[in-house]
């Protein structure tokens, strides 16, 4: 556990409200974790007003003012053109990159974030590619999935790579020493699936790591049912998932609400009942979970919802808080550095590139 | 339209139930389609008395016994070992092939089903692979989703046709002309994803075929908003977004439970409105949509989910009746036969491979 200072770099201008919702955002943050500091970089004329409502986050707060803005639908490799060394996205990676900071948030344009993670802060040692880790809520409470959109495709190595460095994530976010870990797959039988993934499967299975214990392949229901604390799968199809499972429940919600609008009967039924829909609505508050981990790269870095309010925003600093209390990159490069070993060991096999054609055997 | 003889070929021993549940579902279907026959395959002994407790049934079925049948947790290859030529699944195959039956219905070893239909019936001309298309339902209706895993990867000439079978299902099965498409990615615009969805993307915009709209890329989200009739995708990632949406659906379905048996108050509320909470469960029940159609193949196939009952078999001999009284096998071969000619002026990139490497640009 890190003791010292912890120091939390903001993208003020992140994000569909930008400081509108980062400060209120942070100022959640501050009043459960009152030893921290920020360091905020934004446009000052906005920013200031701001800062000034919140006295407390004021005081525990740098602010240093920017120009430059990355826009939400702005093309990784423009924003990366425009905004480097200069947008406020930059400069809280920057800050982190510098030590200034021990996090850097941003509720702003994932693909950028991403690009320029990748350009400032660089993969650690032993790490070819990053991924975005996202919490998932389940039936057993919530499990990791990841990655949910950093690159597409993914070699054995990179499957081993994620399932570990998802289980640090893990261990840390669920207290747990040993989090179980599946390979997202189309049949849970050993027989099924891409080459790659039958060969990552392989590898955590022989290969006994300490932090982690392989449970097998795991299918899209397994996720929702919370069979293991860690999902792995590539960034195409983990991406897909997430975002198929959010619409799935935005339907749900909206056919629930028009079954309960639906007679006068059902209406009182409702109000009886509001404070278990309320309860249930809680439950399935996206705010809860928001904030995706970026693994993989020399620092923490946590991305926001962009739609996200003030509740939500925290809850992503939050997420940066704990990863950093909990030396989440000492943890990962703990277990990748056992990997790199094994890896010398079993090469991973080059020929398996992603696209076994034909019909499931 | 087709206006002579249905006749229906049913694998009496697949599914968890075999004929307990196939002969009352085909009773349901005769009674709504009373011109139907039905050439049934399976174990005599089993059978005969299911068959005698439905006398219309019995009298519009041929029974004709056999002695293999195919285990819902076989392997493909073994299936196909021991049960070519013989077991109820092949046989309701090899009626199609031989004329006898319009279209065979299972609900079987989904595998094993894929991979014998692929030896029985082959693929169609102008078509390398088939794809199991699913109906799922969205808050504008329901819409159509393949492939949900017949092969894992497309290239973006099986994307296309893919889009062209899938319109041809859904302008019978939605009883509309030009049906909406889209290209399951994990961006909407037109710079993100795969090198083979963007390459079947520009085949789609730049031919205007007869017999769909294209819409371009969608979201996982879009699937469950029905944004369009027809969603796109390669084998794995359809597969684990229809398990992710149905684990999500059982989840908080499972949610709803718990917080309408959480208090006295909640349990009242229930009683109001119980007659919404049913309304509810009957536009979630999976019974309702039931029946994977294999496109590409020369002759109409119908999976059953393995574990329905007679109200979810009925269903998909439905849209088996549907897919022949309409014509599917005709209007996928005038489609592809476009398709063909586009294809020479316009050859598929063979260099796209299904693995891009690296973070989106």
């Known amino acids: 556990m890190t003791t010292g200072r912890l120091r939390i770099a903001l993208d003020a201008m992140g994000g569909d409200h930008g400081p509108g919702v980062v400060i209120p955002g942070a100022a959640l943050t501050l009043e459960r974790h009152p030893e921290v ?91 070819n590619r990053p ?18 959109g950093a690159t597409i495709g993914a070699d054995a190595r990179h499957l081993v790579n994620m399932a570990l460095m998802g289980s640090a994530m893990a261990g840390i976010l669920f207290d747990i020493e040993k989090p179980t870990v599946g390979l997202l797959n189309i049949g849970s039988e050993d027989v099924k699936g891409l080459d790659e993934i039958k060969l990552a ?15 097998g392949f795991v299918e899209g229901d397994d996720i929702g049912q919370g069979t293991v604390d860690v ?15 959010e619409g799935t429940a935005k339907q749900i919600a909206s056919y629930l609400k028009q079954a309960m609008a639906s007679s006068f009967m059902s209406k009182i039924g409702y109000l009886f009942a509001r404070s278990a829909f309320t309860a249930l609505k809680d439950r399935m508050d996206p705010r809860k979970v ?31 808080y704990d990863m950093v209390k909990y030396d989440l990159l000492d943890r990962i490069r703990h277990a990748v550095g056992h990997e790199i070993k094994m890896a010398d060991a079993a090469p991973p096999n080059d020929e398996t590139d992603g696209t076994t054609e034909g019909t499931p055997s």
């Not at 499967?201 to 300490?210: T, V």
């Open 37 to 127: 500091t920020f360091l905020m970089f934004g446009d000052e004329a906005l920013c200031r007003p701001l800062l000034e409502a919140h006295p407390g986050l004021k005081a525990a707060t740098e602010l240093r003012g920017c120009d430059v803005f990355i826009a939400m639908d702005e093309k990784p490799s423009q924003a990366l053109r425009r905004g480097r060394g200069k947008s406020s996205m930059w400069l809280a990676l920057q800050a982190v990159k510098d030590g200034e900071a021990e996090v850097a948030v941003s509720a702003g344009n994932t693909g950028a974030l991403m690009a320029m993670s990748m350009f400032c802060l660089r993969t650690m040692a032993g790490i």
């Open 231 to 245: 999902v792995v799968t590539e960034g195409f199809t983990g991406n897909i998932a997430l975002k198929t499972a």
């Open 201 to 215: 499967g392989a590898i955590l299975r022989e290969n006994a790591f300490s932090g982690l214990e392989y449970s």
């Open 290 to 320: 928001n904030g995706g981990v970026f693994l993989g790269l020399d620092g923490v870095v946590i991305k926001s919802h962009g739609g996200t309010d003030p509740t939500g925003y925290a809850s992503a600093i939050d997420i940066g």
């Open 131 to 148: 991924a975005i880790a996202a919490i998932w809520p389940t039936l057993r409470g919530e499990s990791i999935v990841l990655d949910v």
